[in-house]
């Protein structure tokens, strides 16, 4: 049928049926919503307080001239129900029900409705209260809230939908799954929750000092327990018809219990930690996932967009959050090693918490992150477990190739998934030479994610000729190098970061290096111990570039990572006659550290040496922009690995800088920036892509209009705080979160 619905009956005005009722009134759904319930007060009831337009005296006749007949009575009623009303149902009609459960509903449905089981679409509104009854219908009840719509086979697709858009005129949001499913997902969460928190309260009722164990049970007790004071008719109900799945349910809790209960007996912390850890990670990862803020929201993040005034200056001193490539690390070797390793200065952004979460879904216990500290209980080399599922690592690169290496080296299968923008990125680089190591991977059309490693391979060394300079193509060989047979060697065309080699030799791990080429070798172990991770230098770089291009500016960013191979923004800032000093230069674990002060200083076009490329990768997007605001010409050359980035960041920021209106043609592997005292303003396209959401920001500095920036909800990726910070030194952005 279309949607010509003249007539809806509601068959049960408790507190579902009736807040339906009044939703669809409330909304002008349909000329007329009548109800009917089996108790001649709530039926009067519902026309006095306006939940409905006509009360059904008889039951039969009303369904008679119902377009859609919802069944909003218990589980238990609904059959009788149904065999009293199948008969007189108008040829045509839908019918809908609001059940908990669906398997019984639709098995007692079959017979009863024979070949017009089509018309029949199940339905479940998550949604309720404690209370109960028609004076309790609330036409808001539904709003944003979810419906499970579990259509059947003989269902038409338009019959379906005629069913999801009457919810959705009640404000709901529709979801589809089917039947089986549906009942084992309510199972675990709702049904699972009701029971235990009904046996817990009835379990401490049943004490003999029940009274003094309630007077002193707060906060947890009551939270823990809410539930306990729901309808126990309709809970009976509910675990009479969906017994297996919630048998199913239960048992998998007790397991959980009697783990709980074996590490408490036997006084291990660490298990104890295990359990905590993995379960306050997953809660709150569930309430990010349910407010949408999460990298595991499956690139549905909030939409975020920065509005940034032009002008401002940038003074003061700040320190960025730590190095998100030694963060990735810092839990994969500490992960990998014997005993256990404490970091600080851990980025808490979402890249880096993507791959501590992998590691936790791979059985490793990790305490934190708190203010940057992680407290890891490494398991050794051949400690990972299987992962009960995929490992989903957002928006991160890093994570994906690295993990790669690792995961085609263990004993178990594995699949490493990605956001929407990770899953367009190439994944070949690191596929190919590690099916040359004997790793057996499958990735999706033309290399890209999802990744799908085979375990239990053997594999053997190999001497790898980097076809580009990537740190992470020869990261993700080392990992795998530590478990193959023989030595693994990789060249690179060009000095790319050495986090890995630096901290594998922290570890306690020989990595040789000769020139341009690094090489391991299996039979060494790791030995855990602390970490302290330098500030970012590519995220201080938007700090740094601010400073070179706004007039006053005197920043300095303190405690960054200075390595040798990530200074390539120092050297093109200094050729281009920024004001930069190191100060206070110090080594900090292994790595170099300085303190970084820049003053204002007009800077001068340049050839950007080719060299220097690889050792600033990531600064570009704000290298463009100093180069907009330099006095003459700056040609980006041997820069082509920015297009395989987030983004393709030539692309994106020649048609961000293009549109404030700089003078700037884009290259195979570059751009050639004509730079200018001011530009003005306009909407940008990030492109999800954080840096490029932060370079612009950056820009606003000498732009003479606002510039709004679109997309910008991954800079939580690697720079968390950054508006604040941003707000700190006095560049006027603000964020809109929508
Ligand atoms: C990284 C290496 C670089 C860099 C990325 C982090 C790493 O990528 O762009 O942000 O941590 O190894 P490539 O190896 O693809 O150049």
Not at 1 to 15: A, F, P, S, Y
Not at 90 to 119: F, H, M
Not at 500 to 527: I, K
Not at 687 to 701: E, G, P
Request: glycine share 10%; charged share 20%.
């Amino acid at each position: 049928m279309t949607d010509t619905v003249q007539q809806i009956l509601i068959i049960g005005l408790g507190l579902i049926g009736g807040s339906l009722a009044k939703a669809l009134r409330a909304r002008n759904y349909c000329p007329v919503v009548a109800g009917y319930d089996r108790n001649p007060d709530e039926l009067q009831a519902g026309v006095q307080l306006g939940v409905i337009d006509r009360a059904a005296d008889d039951l039969n006749v009303a369904v008679a001239t119902a377009d859609i007949v919802v069944l909003a009575v218990p589980v238990k009623a609904m059959e009788a129900v149904l065999a009293q009303i199948s008969p007189h149902l108008k040829p045509g009609a839908l019918l809908t029900d609001v059940g908990s459960t669906k398997s019984n509903i639709v098995a007692a449905a079959e017979p009863i409705l024979g070949e017009r089981l089509a018309c029949f679409i199940p339905g479940h509104p998550i949604a309720g209260s404690e209370k109960s009854g028609v004076a309790a219908a609330d036409d808001a009840l539904f709003q944003s809230h979810k419906v499970i719509v579990t259509p059947l086979a003989q269902n038409k697709d338009a019959d379906v939908q005629t069913i999801s858009r009457m919810w959705q005129a009640t404000g709901a949001e529709v979801l589809r799954m089917d039947v089986k499913r549906h009942d084992e997902v309510l199972a675990a969460t709702s049904h699972l929750p009701h029971y235990l928190a009904f046996s817990l309260v009835d379990t401490l009722a049943r004490e003999e000092d029940s009274t003094e164990i309630f007077r002193y049970a707060a906060g947890g007790f009551r939270d823990f327990t809410r539930i306990a004071a729901s309808d126990p008719v309709m809970w009976r109900d509910i675990g009479l018809a969906n017994r297996a799945a919630i048998l199913k349910q239960i048992d998998r809790f007790s397991e959980g219990v009697s783990q709980l209960r074996q590490a408490i007996e036997s006084g291990d912390g660490e298990a104890m930690t295990g359990i905590f850890t993995r379960a306050q990670a997953a809660r709150q990862h569930f309430s990010r996932i349910l407010s949408s803020t999460a990298y595991a929201t499956t690139m549905t993040t909030n939409d975020v967009t920065f509005h940034v005034q032009p002008g401002g200056g940038v003074t003061g001193t700040i320190r960025v959050p730590g190095d998100k490539s030694i963060s990735h690390r810092s839990i994969m070797l500490g992960a990998l090693a014997d005993g256990i390793t404490e970091v600080s200065g851990f980025l808490e952004g979402e890249d880096s918490l993507a791959t501590l979460q992998a590691f936790r879904d791979m059985g490793v216990v990790i305490e934190g992150p708190y203010e940057g500290e992680v407290k890891i209980y490494g398991v050794g080399l051949d400690g990972l477990k299987a992962p009960a599922g995929p490992l989903y690592v957002g928006n991160s690169g890093t994570s994906m190739r690295l993990l790669a290496g690792l995961l085609a080296a263990q004993s178990f299968d594995s699949e490493l998934t990605g956001d929407a923008s990770l899953t367009k990125r190439p994944m070949e680089r690191v596929a190919a030479p590690l099916r040359q190591m004997g790793a057996v991977i499958e990735t999706a059309e033309n290399g890209r994610p999802p990744m799908k490693i085979s375990g239990g391979q053997p594999l053997k060394g190999i001497h790898y000729d980097m076809p580009m300079a990537s740190a992470q193509v020869k990261s993700c060989l080392m990992l795998a190098g530590l478990y193959a047979e023989g030595q693994t060697s990789v060249t690179e065309p060009a000095p790319t970061r050495d986090h890995s080699e630096r901290m594998l030799r922290g570890f306690g791990y020989p990595v040789s290096q000769q020139g341009n080429l690094v090489t391991v070798a299996p039979g060494h172990r790791l030995t855990g111990g602390k970490i302290d991770v330098p500030s970012d230098i590519s995220s201080a770089t938007f700090f740094m570039v601010a400073a070179a291009i706004c007039p006053g500016s005197d920043v300095t960013l303190q405690h960054v990572g200075i390595n040798p191979t990530r200074i390539g923004i120092i050297n093109i800032l200094k050729l281009m006659g920024a004001d930069l000093e190191l100060l206070n230069e110090r080594e900090v674990g292994g790595e170099p550290v300085a303190d970084i002060r820049v003053r204002y200083a007009q800077l001068k076009g340049i050839q950007v040496p080719e060299d220097q490329v690889p050792l600033a990768i990531d600064e570009f997007p704000a290298l463009f922009v100093a180069a907009a605001c330099a006095e003459g010409q700056t040609v980006v050359t041997g820069a082509e690995e920015l297009r395989v980035k987030e983004s393709d960041r030539i692309q994106a920021m020649v048609d961000g800088l293009k549109t404030l209106g700089v003078d700037i043609e884009g290259t195979p592997d570059g751009a050639i920036i004509n730079g200018s005292d001011s530009f003005g303003g306009g909407v940008i396209e990030s492109h999800d892509d954080h840096r490029i959401a932060m370079s612009f920001t950056v820009a606003a500095l000498r732009a003479r209009e606002p510039i709004t920036i679109n997309e910008c909800a991954n800079v939580a990726t690697s720079f968390p705080v950054f508006v604040e910070l941003a707000q700190q030194v006095g560049i006027r952005v603000t964020k809109e979160e929508v």
